[in-house]
């Protein structure tokens, strides 16, 4: 015959009692006990130009409430099923985290301080860098020049460490500025298999860096 259980703190009948010395009915135990330590206040950084979070020292693809809150909140309840219910009040921002494992329910209020500042992409971008210049010459080099952009935009899209940084008509010709050598690479790969231009390489010297001259990768490409 199975025994009735009652909470010691209410009297209440109960059909599990939880805890390590004083064992409470679900109800009870939440009210004396906070199943997950969570902060009164955390910080969520967003960069001002593009939108993505800083999350554990990188910048990642996370652009709305949602998904920013979701990935701030990811590790403070692990074991349990987490809920999240936000709100604005006197121009500050809550959340409420709802917080159960079976009849084991409690939630939480934090505060959300949002910050923003600009990711080094986005910095670099609005700063012209660019590590490889490819100086596209020759005659009717409108389509070229087309498929180098829709090229550019198309690894932007896959890692916004590459982009393109700048597009100027030249004599002659179109210079491309690119962020990254890998992003010089693929484009002069396409460029190869599409056509059978003439390439040639050569480097600026840029300055120096602990020490070491740093050059930038230039590279002629005649159609």
Known sequence: MELSKFCPRCGEKTESLHGDEKKLCPDCFTNVNDLVDTPREIE???????????????????????????????????????ELQYWEEDEEFFV????????????????????????????????????????????????????????????????RSDFLSNMEQRDGGIDFYLSTEKMNKKILSM????????????????GEQDGQRVYRNVVSVRM
């Not at 979070?53 to 099923?81: C, N, P, R, V």
């Open 191 to 206: 460029l190869r298999e599409g056509y059978d231009p003439d390439i040639e390489r050569s480097y600026e010297l840029v």
């Open 96 to 159: 409420r985290l709802h917080i159960s494992e079976g009849k084991l329910k409690d939630f939480a209020d934090v505060k959300v301080e949002w910050t923003e500042d600009q990711c080094p992409d986005c910095s670099r971008f609005q700063g012209g860098f660019y590590k490889a210049k490819i100086q596209l010459r020759g005659e009717d080099l409108q389509k070229v020049a087309d498929e180098i952009t829709d090229k550019a935009a198309e690894l932007t899209n896959r890692n």
């Open 44 to 82: 969520i950084e967003t960069c001002s130009v593009c939108g993505r979070m800083k999350e554990k020292g990188e910048w990642i693809e996370a652009y709305t409430i949602e998904d920013q809150l979701a990935e701030a909140f990811s590790d403070i309840a692990e074991d349990y099923h987490l």
